[in-house]
């Protein structure tokens, strides 16, 4: 039987911003597990699991919090950066899982011209490169945003080390990258059809707002101009889950309506 469970981490002042992440999440009726990992207790969390400070460099973090969910009866796990903010309720979501055991929202191909020369300091040229070296196929390479991402339990440990294989085949190439390359390059890897987890095609769903559309402000469910990042390309879009970048100011404030004083 399916079981899914949405989880996140916060602590510090991200604990405010966690808080509010999942309060939208319940605020828009939203009915599934949340695990929380956090420095105190999450107000609407299912569980939140007390973890003391931890190395936030690169954010590869996600991965070493993944393997609590190992020894857990969760079927399917949500990741979500505790700066995302619901508003409203996404359609079901496990199809993205459907044929691969991990998914994330693929951005712009990487193998034609963009705008933006580097990613993570790493040329786009040098990227695609890497890629093919360690064993990708598909015609065309996509960068990945990694606050959002799917994965089935079973593959986790398999993720996790077609993660390390490639962010240590980045370290060999003089690149110190963070979670987002390693973690497109097992979503390559492990799909067979790219382009159902294209991010153009579920603006319904999930869309980062790295332009500051929602400047200091909560979004509030009207529809934004999203520009992918690498080319710049303007899309109207009006998702469920605004990844909600440039809003700190704004989700510390919301979460400190909902966290007791005691915690704040």
């Known amino acids: 039987m399916e079981k899914v469970c949405y989880w996140s981490v916060g ?7 966690l808080q509010n992440l999942i309060h939208s999440f319940r ?11 956090s420095d105190r207790p999450m107000e609407g969390a299912t569980q939140t699991i007390i973890v003391p400070p931890f190395d936030k460099n690169l954010f590869l973090f996600k991965f070493a919090f993944l393997q609590w969910f190992l020894k857990q009866d969760y079927t399917t796990l949500i990741f979500l950066d505790a700066d995302n903010h619901f508003v409203r309720k996404p359609p079901s979501l496990l199809d993205l899982v459907s044929d691969t055991p991990l998914h994330t929202f693929f951005e712009s191909d990487c193998t034609y011209p963009a705008i933006r020369k580097e990613w993570w300091g790493c040329p786009l040229e040098k990227y695609v490169e890497m890629m093919r070296t360690c064993g990708v196929v598909h015609e065309k390479i996509y960068n990945v945003n990694g606050g959002f991402f799917i994965i089935r ?6 993720v996790c080390g ?36 294209l991010l153009s095609r579920h603006f319904d769903v999930w869309a980062t707002d790295w332009t500051a559309q929602y400047q200091d402000i909560l979004p509030d469910g009207r529809e934004w101009i999203f520009k992918d990042y690498m080319r710049y390309n303007s899309y109207r879009v009006n998702p469920a889950i605004v990844h909600a970048l440039k809003s700190k100011k704004a989700l510390i ?11 704040r």
């Open 11 to 17: 602590d510090g002042e991200y604990a405010l911003i």
């Open 27 to 37: 605020d828009v009726g939203m009915e599934e597990d949340f695990v929380a990992f």
């Open 162 to 197: 077609l993660v390390q294989d490639f962010w240590t085949h980045g370290l060999s190439e003089g690149f110190l990258m963070s979670d987002e390359a390693p973690l497109a390059y097992a979503t390559h890897i492990l799909t067979t059809d790219p382009e159902k987890h």
């Open 253 to 263: 404030a919301e979460g400190q309506k909902y966290m007791p004083a005691s915690l």
């Open 153 to 158: 339990k079973e593959a986790i440990p398999l």
